[in-house]
């Protein structure tokens, strides 16, 4: 059998009987990119605390996917008015995942929004609007744009994601107005823009397979973006040999 990922939900109002419900969903460019690296993808929706542990025991994998803005209440900050697209449900589920699934080492890979989540659980804080705070464009390209590598990273030798897809300068794309500020306990900045904005962080523990990437590799993928497929595999190997380990 497969390792199991589990994907977090993005929070939705979607038509149901004449009404609107809040629905948890995942775009097929998740779980596709998952079933390509050899996963078995299902969607998390929030629970109740005592009931985590429950939901990471049946798991190989956690998959923290893109979305609306952390509220910055979670890093002590006022809410700057770009922020947008907050959901506490949401960010005290992910934020929570997150602080156990690196208790576990549980093998992690997050996106955007979840590469986000990852420092500020860890204790770190948010850049709450590149273009107002440090006057960065170009980081928030939407359309068929978001599909095509546009934008340059470059990844530092040594880390893990180099061991991946190679260190050096790599073609992105870029869908995101915030990005790390403040770099939570342990982590360490691997790659990142030419004007300085963050474009991945791992963690000193190297007992705990983390990928976290501020571009969206799941939309590159759709396009046969090899280092994109390269980045869901070692993520989906890694949990492989979780399951196997425990």
């Known amino acids: 059998m497969p390792p199991i990922i589990g994907i977090t939900g993005r929070p939705q109002e979607v038509p149901a009987a004449g009404t609107k419900v809040r629905a948890y969903l995942t775009t097929h460019t998740y779980s596709d990119s998952v079933r390509r690296g050899g ?17 990471l025991d049946r798991i190989d994998g956690l998959l923290i996917t893109g979305g609306g803005d952390v509220n910055p209440e979670r890093y002590g900050a006022q809410r700057h008015e770009a922020v947008r697209g907050v959901d506490d449900e949401r960010d005290h589920f992910e934020l929570e995942l997150v602080r156990r699934a690196r208790h576990r080492r549980l093998p992690t890979m997050a996106i955007c929004r979840g590469l986000q989540v990852v420092n500020v659980a860890l204790g770190g804080t948010l850049v709450q609007d ?3 705070h440090r006057g960065a464009h170009g980081h928030d390209i939407t359309g068929e744009g978001a599909y095509e590598p546009h934008s340059d ?43 300085g904005t963050v474009e991945a962080i791992e963690h000193e523990d190297t007992d705990w397979p983390l990928i976290a990437v501020q571009w969206h590799p799941e939309f590159l993928g759709v396009k ?23």
């Open 39 to 55: 996963g078995l993808p299902v969607v998390l929706v929030p629970v109740e605390p005592e009931l985590m542990d429950h939901v």
């Open 130 to 132: 590149l273009p107002s």
């Open 153 to 195: 990273t470059l990844v530092e030798d040594g880390c893990r994601i180099a061991e991946i897809i190679g260190p050096g300068l790599h073609k992105i794309n870029s869908i995101h107005h915030q990005a790390v500020e403040e770099l939570g306990e342990g982590l360490t900045v691997v790659a990142a823009a030419p004007d």
């Open 224 to 246: 046969d973006h090899g280092p994109s497929h390269d980045l869901f595999e070692a993520f989906v190997e890694a949990s492989a040999k979780y399951r196997a380990d425990t």
